[in-house]
């Protein structure tokens, strides 16, 4: 199981500083710092793949539209149906937010 190669020390760590940001801006300081402008629009391109899978959109329009490889919207695709639920607990989370602006 994934999680349990996970389960480290150092990701721990990394996950409780996740959670010490306070505010967009400080996201941007830790994350310009962590990873490469590359990395991080990675992370970026899956997310917005699984928006657009949950929200039905075929795998050509994802793939206009972000460039994303078929590789990565199957990828985002399988763990949209066979994951741990992250991408939909976040979109979840992303949308209520939307509404309550």
């Known amino acids: 199981m994934a999680l349990e190669r996970l ?14 940001l306070q505010n967009e801006q400080e996201c941007f300081q830790f994350f310009e710092d962590l990873c490469t402008v590359g990395e991080i629009q990675s992370l970026a391109q899956r997310l917005a793949v699984a928006r657009m ?40 989370r992303l949308a209520e937010n939307q509404t309550e602006d």
């Open 7 to 20: 389960d480290t020390h150092d990701v721990r760590q990394l996950f409780q500083a996740i959670l010490a």
């Open 53 to 92: 899978l949950r929200n039905g959109a075929t795998y050509h329009a994802i793939e206009e539209q972000t460039g994303a490889s078929t590789a990565t919207i199957s990828r985002v695709k399988r763990c949209l149906h066979y994951g741990a639920d992250g991408y939909r607990l976040i979109l979840e």
